[in-house]
């Protein structure tokens, strides 16, 4: 079983930045898919940012060009660097993994855009 832990969020002005880090408990070389979800309240959760072991990586609309995505395999973490925030990307995001079929979630980290 993966155990995924987020950190990095918090508040931030409209047009800042944050870089959200989650650390997984294996070998992200065993995991298929790694990436970001985000819900934010009455809304379901939707993707935001996934990075395949194979293949290119994968962003909502939304967040192309504004945020980006990278895997460190060496130190089993995936980070979701996020600028030019707006209040609409005010949310619990949240980390994902699938190893082989099977999904993992992390616990997710509050990110609040506001003046």
């Known amino acids: 079983q993966v155990r995924l832990v987020e950190s990095g969020g918090g508040l931030v002005q409209p047009g800042g930045s944050l870089r959200l880090s989650c650390a997984a408990s294996?070998?992200?070389?065993?995991?298929?898919?790694i990436g970001w979800y985000r819900q934010a309240p009455g809304n379901q959760r939707e993707l935001v940012a996934s990075h395949p072991r194979y293949g290119s990586r994968n962003y909502a609309d939304s967040v192309k060009g504004r945020f980006i995505i990278s895997r460190d395999n060496a130190e089993n973490t995936v980070v979701l660097q996020m600028d030019s925030l707006q209040p609409e990307d005010t949310a619990v995001y949240y980390c994902y993994a699938n190893q082989r079929g099977n999904e993992y979630w992390g616990q997710g980290t509050q990110v609040t855009v506001s003046s």
């Open positions: 294996e070998s992200l070389f065993g995991i298929n898919i």
